[in-house]
């Protein structure tokens, strides 16, 4: 089962985020054969974190749940909250399998918070930007949510466009970038 998963920073929290750093990614290590994607959320600057997304293929929400949650940020209280959601992997391939590479443009992700008549199931026909694209799910994986993306993209206005918009009551666009060690 894959789940989608998307830590936001509490304010004032970079400096207890820097110096977990080594575990976060030591704890992330942990969980590389199922991870599908990674990276940080980033502020304006293009440079300071705001969140820590997580796409990974696990056996059960239990398992989702304990991934979340003892992340070693998430224990130390570096982060708000957590938005955990099944997902489905649209693309049918890795982060590291997107085409354009790790660098180069800019990287996005597209969070569509909806309700009712699922929206954006179908993959568009122009691929080469899209890293990573599924529906976001109920716990059981019958309801659809909302949709996640993370996307290459000229910048936040063409990010958000990958969405139809008055499908949801909510579209939040993040700076993004690959994670993990390089």
Known sequence: ???FCFHRDRRESLALRLEL???HWSYMDRYAAEM???GPTLAADGETPTGSVHVVDLPDAAAARMFAFDE??????????VLLRRWRNLLGRTMWDFPGGRTGGNRYLVLG??????ADLDVSADRDDLIAYGPLL?????????????VRAEDP??????LTS??????EVHNWTFGGRA
């Open 1 to 3: 089962m894959e789940f």
């Open 21 to 23: 750093l080594e575990e």
């Open 36 to 38: 599908i994607a990674r």
């Open 72 to 81: 070693p940020g998430y224990q130390a209280g570096v982060y708000r909250d």
């Open 113 to 118: 918070l909806g309700a009712g008549q699922p």
């Open 138 to 150: 109920s716990d059981d994986g019958a309801t659809w949510v909302g949709t996640a993306v993370l």
């Open 157 to 162: 206005d063409e990010a958000r466009a990958v």
């Open 166 to 171: 008055d499908r949801y009551a909510e579209i």
